[in-house]
């Protein structure tokens, strides 16, 4: 039993370092990160060589909600190796607990929060380091309760492997 655990142990780390190793040069997997604005956990998993699946996760003091969106990839051709465009569309749901002013409109009295997202940026994977970084804007539809179009995105960090 002893030495199928270190086997088991030995070979995961194995994996891991490989894993680790081929997310070092300019294209990566799968990332996990944050994104800033509002605030998200954010992973990304590249479905194809030019398409991930990205899943966002929000929680602040009006509520949370969880975004899906399919992008598609392109690169950029500016000389910098892990330089990529991406856009594509999604959806969201969630929950808001209350109300909160926006400039002059008062968004939501709480409840239900189902919508359709866009997303349009840049992607960068630091060649020689497991990290990506993003710039983009996420366009979105809500659709329950109070019909109204805004705009978040922001800056992402992910660690990827």
């Known amino acids: ?14 994996t891991i370092g490989r894993a680790s190793a081929q997310s070092m040069g300019s294209d990566y997997q799968t990332a996990v990160g944050v994104k800033f604005w509002p605030g998200s956990l954010t ?19 009006h509520g949370f909600r969880f975004t899906g969106l399919y992008e598609l990839h392109g690169d ?6 892990g ?7 999604g959806a969201h749901i969630g929950w808001y607990n209350g109300g909160w002013y926006h400039g002059d409109y ?17 992607d ?16 979105f539809l809500e ?5 109204y179009v805004d705009v978040w995105g922001g800056l992402g960090v992910k660690y990827t492997f």
């Not at 998993?45 to 996760?57: C, P, T, V």
């Not at 330089?83 to 569309?89: A, E, Q, R, S």
Request: charged share 15%; proline share 5%.
């Open 1 to 14: 039993m002893r030495k199928a655990l270190i086997l088991i142990l030995a070979l995961a780390f194995i």
């Open 43 to 61: 992973i990304k998993h590249f479905i194809q060589d030019n398409a991930a699946l990205e899943g966002l996760a929000n929680f602040w003091d």
């Open 76 to 81: 950029v051709s500016s000389g910098a190796p």
């Open 83 to 89: 330089l990529k465009w991406y856009v594509g569309p």
């Open 106 to 122: 008062y968004y939501r009295d709480g409840g239900f929060s189902l919508g359709i997202d866009g997303v349009l940026g840049l």
């Open 124 to 139: 960068y994977k630091i060649n020689g380091a497991p990290i990506a970084l993003s710039l983009d804007i996420n366009p």
């Open 143 to 147: 659709l329950a309760s109070h019909t």
